[in-house]
């Protein structure tokens, strides 16, 4: 019963990953297929303490997809901005 609780965050962080997969490096397919492995891997978890682990491992892995978006958008704005050539 405590995991049909359960249930609505493992969506929301499947459909947010899957959101923050459109721009990952190797391609969205590639993402794709790892994500719905991983999730089909856990699929017969049950123990609500280990989903919850699961769940924030998977927050966790949000977090660091979202410092390396982060990373690669301020890469861009300095090498657009700053010329490498010149030592500063």
Not at 18 to 23: I, S, V
Not at 24 to 46: C, I, Q
Not at 57 to 85: I, P, Q, S
Request: charged share 35%; aromatic share 12%; net charge positive.
């Amino acid at each position: 019963m405590a995991s049909n609780q359960l249930r609505p965050k493992v969506v929301e962080l499947y459909k947010t990953l899957l959101y923050l997969g459109k721009e990952y490096p190797l391609g969205e397919d590639y993402f794709r297929t790892k994500l719905k492995a991983a999730f089909l891997k856990n699929k017969d978890v049950s123990d609500p303490k280990e989903i919850e682990t699961l769940i924030a491992r998977g927050n966790y892995v949000v977090k660091e997809l979202e410092a390396l978006y982060m990373l690669r958008k301020y890469r861009t704005l300095k090498k657009r901005y700053y010329d490498e050539r010149k030592p500063s």
